[in-house]
């Protein structure tokens, strides 16, 4: 009686503007994207891998008593 609630509205939602024909292509877009920003970042930890190996071998050669 006090608990009882209202049933769910259902309607039928019908896009104005909705074009099959550019959904593919759409979906193909964004996948492109994705995979595009996914490759470009891949060598900036290579570079950064590099530069603290170049660190730590400097560090060592300076302790060592090579770089005095």
Same mark, same amino acid.
């Given at each position: 009686?006090?608990?009882? *609630?209202?049933? #769910?509205?259902?309607?039928?939602y019908l896009p104005r503007f909705y074009e099959p024909d550019k959904d ?12 595009? *920003? ?8 290579? !570079?950064?891998?590099?530069? !603290?190996?170049? !660190?730590? !071998? #400097?560090? #060592? ?8």
């Amino acid at each position: 009686m006090f608990f009882r *609630r209202p049933p #769910y509205r259902k309607f039928e939602y019908l896009p104005r503007f909705y074009e099959p024909d550019k959904d593919p292509a759409e979906k193909f877009k964004r996948r492109f994207e994705t995979e595009r *920003r996914a490759h470009r970042k891949k060598p900036r930890p290579v !570079i950064v891998w590099g530069v !603290i190996f170049a !660190i730590i !071998i #400097y560090v #060592y050669l300076f302790l060592s008593g090579v770089l005095r």
